[in-house]
C-alpha cells in the first residue's frame, strides 16, 4: 500500500472515538465500580445470593432469589457473631427511603464477642489502606443507658481467626433514647497487610459483658476501601483505572436497560440518586438485583470530571421495558410533558448555575462549579418501541430549545426498525451490533457511504453497543440463549479481531462515526446477566482480567493521530489485512494499524511519500484463535512489543514486513 503524507484528502480523526458503556449489569454497580464494600448495606434487597461458581468459562449464575421481583428486606450477606438474634425490624426507619433496619438481640446471658460481619460482595478484598467505615445506630432502652460502650470494628478471614485490621469507638448507650434518634458514626481503618485472598469480612462487634440484655438497631453500614482519586463515595480504585486507561474519552450511562425499569415506576430516577445516602431508596434495577442508587448521578459526573472522560447522559424518555416479554410501556402523548420536565430539572441540576434552583441543589451537595455536558441520549434503543416517533420529538424539540449546544443522540436508528424518524443535521444516532465475526470483518466498510446512503442528513454515528457476541453460524443469527459451543463468554482473540476491522471501518470514517463503546463493559464473575464484556472482577482486585477486546481497544485508542492518511491500494485488497493510517499533528509520527485475520503470515509493503527514520510496534495475537483471558491466564491475549521488524536505513521510504496471521498490530512511524 501506499500511505501519503503529501497529498491531500486527510480527516480530523474523531478524537473521542473511544468510548466505555456502563449500565448496573452482572453486578458492575452495586458491587463492582461503585466503591462500598459491603452488600446489602440498608437492607434493601440485594439479589446477590450464593450460588455461582466464579472459574468456569460459561457458567451463567442462577440466584435462588426471584429473579424478577428480588425487592424486599433480606438479611442477605449478613451474619450474627457470638450469642445474638438477627432480624429486619420496620420499628425504626432511618428514613422515609431506607425504612428497614438490622435488629441485633443480645441475651441477658450473653458472654464474649458479640454483634454482627458482613461478607462483602462476594468477599472484600484486604490490602494496605485505609479503610473508611460508618454506620447508624440506635439503642432501644438499654440496660445500661446513659453509659459508654466499645465497639469494634475489623477485617477479619473467614476462613480462618485472622484478624486483618481493626479499630474501636466508645458509643452512648441510649442517648437518643426519647427521641429514637439514629446517630451515625464513622471510623477509619488503616490495615497494613494483604489478605491472602477475599474471602473476609467486616465486623462489627461488641464485649458482651457491657452489651447483654440489650437490643440495637443498625442502618446503613458502610465500608470504603480507597477509591479512584479518593472521592468519598467513589468509584472502586481499580475498575476506575481500567476504564481510563483503556483510553476512554466518553462515558455512556447509566443505560441501556437499566435506565428504563422494567415498569415506569421502577425507572432509573435521577432525583432518587442524588444527595445523602441516608434518603436514597434504591430501586430494582432491570437486570434482577437491587440497585441502591450510591451510584448515583453526581458519582458518575464526578468520575467523568476526575478521569477526563466526556459525560454522555442517557435520560428516560419515557418507556419502560416489561420483563414478561411484553411490549414496554409508554407515556402517553399527552403526558409527555412531565418527562421533558423531568429531564429539564435533570439537566439543570447537572450543568445550571448555582442562581437556578437544581443548580444550587447540586452546589449544597459540594459540585457548585456546573458539570461540563455535550452529549445527551435519548432514552435506549428504542427501534424496539412503537412509541418512539412522538416521544421523540417532543423531547428533542424541548431540549433542544432550552440547550441549542447539547448534542442530542438518538436511539432509534436500526437496520430491522419497522419505521423510520429523522433527526435534524448536528445530531446522532446510537447504534448497536452484537453480532458473529463475520459481520464485523464484513462491516469493515460499512461506514463508507452511509452520509451518502442516508441522503447527508449531517447527522453523525455513536455506535453506543457492540461486541462479537457468537461464533459463525451457517445462519449468522444471534442466539441469545448463549448456548455452548455457539456462544463466546469471554471475548476471544477471533472477537477482538472482528472488532478491530470493525473500528478501523470507523476510524477510516471519522466524518460519520464520532463515538463508539463496546457492552457490556463489565462483569462480576459472581452474577453473570450477559457475556461478553470487555473486563472481568471479583472482589478480588488482583482478579480483574482485561479481555483481549479491551488490549485492542487500549491499543488502537493510545495511538490515535490527529488526521487520517490517504491510503493506496497498490497490490492486492483488503481481507485478510485490513489497515488505517494516521498522523499526529505535525506529521512527526505516523500510525498504521493492521489487522490479519487470516491464519498465516501475510507480506505487507508501506511506501510513504517521505522518509522515515524509525519503526516500532505492539502486537495482539495467540496461536489460538479461541483464546482469551481468564482467572487462570489473565493475559493470555496481551499486547506484545513487535521483535522481528526489519531496521532501517537512512532515506528509506519503504517498510517491508510479514503481518503475523491472526494478529492486530500497530505500528509508529518516526518520519524524518
Ligand atoms: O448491553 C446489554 C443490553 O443490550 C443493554 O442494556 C441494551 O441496551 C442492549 O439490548
Known sequence: VSVSLNAGGRNQTASLLYGWMHEDISHSGDGGIYGEALVNRAFQGSGATIGSVPGV?????????????????????????????????????????????????????????VGILNEGWWGIDVRPGTYNASFYI?????????????????????????VWATTSILFSNGTNISSFEWTQYEAQLDNTVKAPNSNNTFAITFDASEVAGNTYYFDLVSLFPETFKDRPNGIRRDLGQAIVDLGTKVLRFPGGNN???????????????????????????????????????????????????????????????????????????????????????????????????????????????????????????DWFSSTYPYRFPILYNGIKQ??????????????????????????????????????????????????????NTGVTIFVGEYSVFQVDTPDGVVNYSMPLGEHIFFPTLMAAIGEGVYLLGAERNPNVVKMSSYAPSLVNLNWQNWTPDLVAFTADYDQTTLSA????????????????????????????????????????????????????????????????????????????????????????????????????????????????????????????
Request: proline share 7%.
Open 138 to 162: 440506635l439503642s432501644d432502652k438499654p440496660r445500661n443507658n446513659g453509659t459508654l460502650s466499645h465497639i469494634d470494628l475489623s477485617l477479619r478471614s473467614n476462613l480462618t481467626s485472622d
Open 259 to 381: 435506565i428504563e425499569g422494567y415498569s415506569i415506576e421502577q425507572r432509573w430516577k435521577w432525583n432518587e440518586t442524588i444527595g445523602p445516602l441516608r434518603y436514597r431508596r434504591g430501586r430494582v434495577g432491570d437486570w434482577g438485583y437491587t440497585n441502591t442508587n450510591g451510584l448515583g448521578l453526581m458519582e458518575y459526573l464526578q468520575f467523568c470530571e476526575d478521569g477526563g472522560i466526556e459525560p454522555v447522559l442517557a435520560v428516560y424518555a419515557g418507556y419502560s421495558l416489561d420483563v414478561w416479554g411484553q411490549d414496554g410501556v409508554s407515556f402517553p402523548e399527552d403526558r409527555m410533558g412531565d418527562v421533558l420536565q423531568d429531564i429539564l430539572n435533570e439537566l439543570e441540576f447537572v450543568t445550571g448555575d448555582i442562581s437556578t434552583p437544581y443548580g444550587a441543589l447540586r452546589a449544597s451537595y459540594g459540585h457548585p462549579e456546573p458539570f461540563s455536558l455535550n452529549f445527551v441520549e435519548i432514552g435506549n434503543e
Open 402 to 455: 432550552a440547550y441549542p449546544n447539547i448534542t442530542l443522540i438518538s436511539t432509534a436508528y436500526n437496520e430491522n426498525a419497522n419505521y423510520n424518524i429523522s433527526i435534524p443535521a448536528g445530531g446522532m444516532w446510537d447504534t448497536h451490533h452484537y453480532e458473529e465475526p463475520t459481520f464485523f470483518l464484513e462491516s469493515f466498510d460499512y461506514w463508507d457511504n452511509w452520509q451518502e446512503a442516508t441522503n
Open 57 to 113: 468459562p460459561g457458567s451463567s449464575v442462577v440466584s435462588s432469589e426471584n429473579p424478577i421481583l428480588p425487592w424486599g428486606p433480606v438479611i442477605t450477606g449478613w451474619q450474627g457473631i457470638g450469642d445474638v438474634d438477627l432480624s429486619l425490624t420496620l420499628l425504626h426507619p432511618l428514613s422515609d427511603a431506607l425504612r428497614v433496619a438490622l435488629q441485633v438481640d443480645i441475651p441477658f446471658n450473653a458472654t464474649g464477642e
Open 549 to 672: 477486546s479491551y488490549y485492542m481497544e487500549q491499543l488502537f485508542a493510545s495511538h490515535r493521530g490527529a488526521e487520517t492518511l490517504p491510503v493506496t491500494t497498490i497490490q492486492g485488497t483488503f481481507d485478510p489485512l485490513w489497515w488505517v493510517a494516521t498522523a499526529e499533528q505535525g506529521d512527526g509520527v505516523v500510525y498504521f494499524k493492521v489487522i490479519n485475520s487470516g491464519n498465516s503470515s501475510v507480506p505487507l509493503t508501506v511506501d510513504f511519500d517521505r522518509t522515515f527514520t524509525a519503526v516500532n510496534g505492539t502486537i495482539l495475537t495467540h496461536p489460538d484463535l479461541g483464546a482469551f483471558n481468564y482467572l487462570d491466564n489473565q493475559t493470555a491475549v496481551s499486547p506484545a512489543p513487535i521483535m522481528n521488524l526489519p531496521a532501517i536505513a537512512a532515506g528509506q521510504t519503504a517498510f517491508n514486513w510479514a503481518v503475523p496471521p491472526w494478529s492486530i498490530n500497530v505500528l509508529e512511524f518516526q518520519m524524518g
